[in-house]
């Protein structure tokens, strides 16, 4: 059964950090390209950032440039997206999501995931 369980979620001042984990099972790990989205209500969902598993190349969203670092330990299947200065437009349901890498880079497409988590929920006060 394949399965991406999101964690490290939670309320933060505006300027802090967190670390969200996404763990996944169930498939082979190193042939996926494992991404993170975000919705925040009544918007649609968006592509925050991604990595390769084979090669490790990453994809930021614009607006998280310089903030928010993805990171992948393979040995335990296990995908990390630390986010430092964290703004209230962060607030938002984080997802991690996973596709057959291409081969030609990681970009979080939406329509292209194959699996998904429940997501876990960031909230940054002002």
């Known amino acids: 059964e394949v399965q991406l369980v999101e964690s490290g979620g939670g309320l933060v001042q505006a300027g802090g950090s967190l670390r969200l984990s996404c763990a996944a099972s169930?498939?082979?790990?190193?042939?996926?390209?494992i991404a993170w989205f975000r919705q925040a209500p009544g918007k649609e969902r968006e592509g925050v950032s991604c990595?390769?598993?084979?090669?490790?190349?990453?994809y930021y969203k614009d607006s998280v440039k310089g903030r928010f670092t993805i990171s992948s330990d393979n040995a335990k299947n296990t995908v990390y997206l630390q986010m430092n200065s964290l703004k209230s437009e962060d607030t938002a349901v984080y997802y991690c999501a996973a596709q057959i890498d291409s081969g030609f880079g990681c970009y979080p497409d939406l329509i292209g995931m194959e699996h998904w988590g429940e997501g876990t929920l960031v909230t940054v006060s002002s």
């Open positions: 990595i390769s598993s084979p090669d490790g190349s990453t």
């Open positions: 169930g498939f082979t790990f190193d042939d996926y390209a």
